[in-house]
Structures are given as C-alpha cells and as structure tokens.
C-alpha cells in the first residue's frame, strides 16, 4: 500500500514549509490538508510497515515504523492537529504562527512513528525547537517563558540524549550494536527499553529527562509558567503534543512498568489538581491540569508488569489494562484538553480578559462556549457518559487490582481535586458576576472546531467499545465500564467535589496567584547567574588592572634604571643596602639624579658592536 512509504510527519512538515511562505488563508489550507492527511494515512497504513535505513554505515535507524501504539497517537495527533489549524485560522493566527505550529505537530509524529532512540531523539529535540518558536513569536512575555521553557527542554533532552549513548555503549546491548537502540520488533525480538541495559544509570537518566516533558513533580514548573503566555491558537498546540509525546517515550523506555514511576503518576494527579484550584489565571489552572492529567497516564505506564493482581491465575491482564487506559487516557486527553484551551480562548478572544476576577456571567451571552466547556469539563473530570470516564477508570481499576492502596488513593483524590478545579472555572466564568463589556459567542469557525472534538467527547463516552477498538493490547484485558461501583465512584467524585466548592467558593474567589516551585529557582538562577557575571567581571577588572600597572611600571624601570635602583635600595633592609653603595646620603641633599642611561638606536648599535668586536678579539 502506499501509505507505508509516507509517514505521516513528512506531509505535516511539508505544509509547513509551505505554510511559512503563503499568504494566511492558502497557508491554512494547506495547514489541514498536512495534518487531516497524516491522520487518514494514520488509519490506513498497514500495521507492522517500517522504513529502515542504515546511517554511517554502521546504525539502524528506522524512520517509520508502525505498530499499534504508534498508530493510535498518529491519528490522534493528525486529527487534534486538523481542528488546531482551523481554530487558529480562526483566532486571527498569522500564517508564520501556523507555520511554527505545523512543524511541531510534523516532528511529534516523527517522535511517536520513530522506530529507534537515536531517531526518537532527533525528532525530540525538534520538538522542543518548534514548540519554543511557536511560543516566541507571541512577543511580550512569552519571550522571556520561551526562554526557560527552552532551557529546562534541552536539559531534559540532553539526558535522553546521554541513556540512549549510555545504552549504546554498554556491552549488554550488543556490545555498542545499533540494535540495541531499535524497538521495532522487525529488526529485534521485541522492544528494548532503558533498563535492559546492566546498568541502572540510563533508566535514570531517561526517567528524569523525560520526566521534564511529562512534567513529574519538581520538574513542571514549565508547563504553568509557558502556556498561558502565547496567543491563544498556540496553546492549543501546546496543550496536546509535548506532555502527550513524553508518556509515548516513557513507555517506549519503561515497557515493563517501574512501581515509583506509579507512585510519581499519582502525585502529579494530585499535586497538579490542587494547584489549579489555587489559579484565578484561567490558562494557568488549565496548565496545571495537564500536569495532573499526564499524571493518571504515567501511572499507567508505571503500572504494567507490577506485582500480581488479586486474581493470581491471570497475572498480566491488569498491567495489559493499566498500559491501554493510559494509551486511552492519552487519547482522551487530548480530546477534552484541546477543547478545554479553545472554549478559554474563545472568552479571551472576545473578552480580552485572562482572569476569573475580570469575568463572570458569560453562560448568558456564550451559550455554546459554556455548552462545550461543560462537556469538556465533564470529561476530563471523569463523570459518567463523557470519555473521560472510560480511560481513567481502567487506570484507577488496575491500581486497585494490583492492591496499591496508596496509589489506587491518590488517583481518587486527584480526582475531587479535579471536580473541584472545573466546577471553580465553571461558576467564577459563566455563573456568577456579570461581565459589563460587549461579548459575542464563538464565531462559526471556532464553533465547528469546539463542536466537533465535544461530540467526540460524548460518543467514546457513551459507547466505549469504539474507544477499546482504537487501543492497543485487544483481547489482552477484560474490562467493564458501567458498572454500579465504577459509576457509584465517579458520581461520588462529583458529589465530594460540589460539597468541597460550597465550602471553598468564598476563599477560592479571592484567592491570588500563589508561587511555585519556579519562584524559587528562577530568581536563584537569575539573581546567581547576575551575581556570577559581576564577581567574574570584578576579577577580570582587578586582574587586568593588576597587569597594566606591572608592564608599565617595567617599562618606567627600563627607562630610568638609576632611579629605579635608588628608589628600591631605600627600600631595601639596612643589610642589603652597601652592595648597592655605601648608603650615605648624597651630596646633592638627595636631588633627582642628573644621570640618565639613554641612548639613541644608533648609539645602541654602536656600543653593542664594539663590546662584540672586543669579545672576538680577546677570545681568539
């Protein structure tokens, strides 16, 4: 078939190029013909196509390969990638804006289809260029954020770059053989992930560098700090491919699950759910809750092949439904993520207000926006019939097959955090107050793009099977969305969360902006970085200084050799001072010495000349 020699990336990348020198609307165009065409060879390529290529001779690098988790986050990808290019046409996006966003969808499904690390890491750190001129080209604050978002991704990218040379180097794999490297089974039986190799080093390294893009606690102050800065088109972009591209690598480093990767999934569900609560930055909560989100898939990823499940005959069904719920999660994610960041930048757009202390009553006046933002809300929640519901279920479900209390908790209590964030944005957005300026509803663009992705929503929600139909590992797992405990546990959720919101609503109104963690580091860094720049120029100075003074006192000393000689004998102890003379004062009364040593070029030449006329003679 044909569409196993395209993969996907090339036709994004290639409307890109030409996105960068169209006109706005040819450049659009094309925009969504790149990306709906990668999403139907997405779904048409033929599962197990790869395209393999030898580099100097001596590396296997596979370019395209194609198996099921690949495919799943191509089309969603391409398909998310479509309905972003007809937002931002419809945002007011200029055509270099798309163009920067068009490329950054082409390298992430270059990262996703990548059959090997050393391609895998290429398209990786093109991401992280793309994505960083896509925020860039806002201007204004986003320049100095685009800075640091650029700076914590090549370091996360540096230490992928150091597990894949570690991995490649370690005689473990083949002795530094490029297949070491390739997880495509066509070239080697099975995939190989970070801990195949005999040291624990490049599990580490690849756990913290992609811990960066996923956001793991500590390291995600990125994701609150970058997104809301952009036009509200980009962060479209942003909210979807770069945090979605990291679970995709750290399944691919992980295949077998890691117990503290689970337990860093749950915290990052409940540390980013309770963050966003704090915001009144509507971009901001919304940032928060990808950190919070991404958390339920890394536990996913972190949950296969942990321990024995309650039912001991079947030991690998629940690591087969932890790793599909949260491919699942992935797809859901970027579903109700993208629309979630669209209905915002609706109210941005038509009221050029960023905070919930600026607005208020819009339910009356945007009535499709609140529409689509309550599906979206309802979604990523996890409430029954929205989609959301589906995907987070099997991860909460496996965690409690597995018997992991603690993490099976922290899953629950990310989730009232999550109730309570949406149900905060909700009523401060659309409920209560009233806005005093003119507004307007979405305009027909914007509406087919936010309605399209909330009917989504809806139908894997209402008819999961045609989610399960998409997700890797078929026939490998059995699970049951609608059942009385699993439906009981998301109105539950619900419940807790509208109880803690009645509780909560007067202090979270007035809350404001509360600090993170990059509070901390970034004033350390900027104010460390100032510091070390004035005491290395301050030393510099006093050394050049220090130098100046000695060439030019040496140079006064070779041009006044009698009065430098004097000068340093009253200096010197009375001991040494007769090899100099017999100390006494002069007769002059200490006058300045009429005696000067100079002498013209000539004169130099010819006292020289006969001092070695003189030599020769008497040595012969």
């Avoid at 945002?91 to 950054?104: E, I, K, N, P, V």
């Avoid at 989609?387 to 099976?408: C, P, Q, R, T």
């Avoid at 539950?492 to 919101?501: D, E, T």
Wanted: hydrophobic residues 50%; charged residues 10%; glycine residues 14%.
């Amino acid at each position: 078939m044909v569409f196993d020699l395209l993969p996907p990336w090339l036709l994004v990348l290639g409307a890109a190029a030409l996105a960068a020198v169209l006109p706005r609307r040819p450049a659009h165009a094309v925009g969504l013909l790149g990306t709906g065409g990668a999403a139907v060879v997405s779904w048409f390529v033929t599962g197990g196509a790869y395209l393999q290529v030898t580099l100097f001779g001596a590396f296997d690098a596979v370019l395209f390969n194609v198996d099921q988790f690949s495919r799943l986050m191509g089309l969603i990808f391409g398909l998310i990638g479509a309905v972003a290019v007809l937002y931002s046409y419809t945002s007011g996006a200029d055509s270099r804006q798309t163009a920067f966003a068009l490329a950054y969808v082409g390298v992430s499904l270059g990262s996703v289809y990548a059959g090997d690390w050393l391609t895998l890491v290429f398209f990786w750190e093109l991401m992280a260029v793309f994505s960083t001129l896509l925020v860039w080209h806002h201007g204004g604050q986003a320049v100095r954020a685009g800075y640091r978002y650029a700076l914590l991704h090549g370091i996360g990218g540096s230490l992928l770059l150091a597990a894949i040379v570690w991995l490649l180097a370690d005689p473990a794999t083949a002795a530094g053989d490029a297949g070491g490297l390739v997880f495509s089974p066509h070239i080697v039986d099975g995939a190989g992930g970070m801990l195949a190799a005999d040291s624990v080093v490049p599990g580490l390294l690849a756990a913290v560098g992609i811990g960066v893009n996923v956001g793991f606690v500590g390291l995600h102050a990125w994701l609150p700090d970058t997104y809301p800065r952009p036009h509200i088109a980009a962060s479209v972009f942003l909210c979807v491919f770069t945090t979605k591209t990291g679970v995709y690598g750290m399944y691919r480093a992980f295949p077998d699950g890691h117990l503290w990767i689970a337990y860093m999934g749950g915290a990052m569900a409940v540390f980013g759910a309770f963050a966003a609560l704090l915001q009144s930055d509507m971009r901001r909560l919304l940032s928060y809750h990808i950190q919070s989100q991404v958390g339920y898939m890394v536990a996913g990823v972190g949950l296969a092949g942990v321990g024995v499940g309650k039912v001991a005959s079947e030991p690998g069904s629940y690591a087969s439904l932890a790793t599909a719920g949260a491919f699942g999660h992935v797809f859901n994610h970027i579903l109700y993520k993208a629309l979630l960041f669209m209905a915002v930048g609706v109210i941005i757009y038509r009221t050029g207000q960023e905070h919930l202390d600026d607005i208020g009553g819009l339910a009356r006046r945007m009535p499709f926006t609140f529409v689509t933002f309550t599906i979206a809300a309802l979604s990523i929640a996890g409430f029954p019939l929205f989609n959301g519901f589906v995907s987070k279920g099997m991860i909460i479900g496996a965690a409690d097959k597995k018997e992991l209390e603690l993490l099976w908790g922290l899953l629950l209590v990310g989730g009232v955090g999550t109730f309570l964030s949406f149900i905060k944005l909700g009523y401060f957005a659309f409920v209560e107050g009233s806005y005093e300026g003119t507004v307007r509803d979405a305009n027909l663009g914007q509406g087919v793009a936010m309605g399209s992705v909330a009917g989504l929503c809806v139908l894997f929600g209402v008819a999961p099977n045609l989610l399960f139909e998409l997700l890797p590992l078929q026939g490998e797992y059995s699970y049951t969305t609608f059942t009385v405990p699993h439906v009981a546990e998301g109105v539950g959720l619900a419940a807790l969360g509208l109880i803690g919101f009645a509780i909560l609503r007067g202090p979270l109104h007035h809350i404001g902006r509360v600090p993170d963690i990059d509070f901390v580091y970034n004033r350390a860094l900027f104010y460390g970085g100032r510091g070390t720049v004035v005491a290395v120029t301050e030393l510099y100075g006093a050394i050049d200084s220090a130098v100046v003074r000695a060439v030019r006192l040496c140079y006064w000393i070779g041009t006044n050799p009698t009065v430098a000689a004097l000068r340093a004998s009253r200096r010197l102890p009375e001991s040494l001072r007769p090899a100099l003379g017999d100390g006494r004062p002069p007769a002059d009364g200490g006058a300045p010495s009429r005696l000067y040593l100079r002498a013209g070029v000539g004169t130099s030449v010819l006292v020289l000349a006969a001092v070695l006329t003189l030599f020769l003679v008497f040595a012969l």
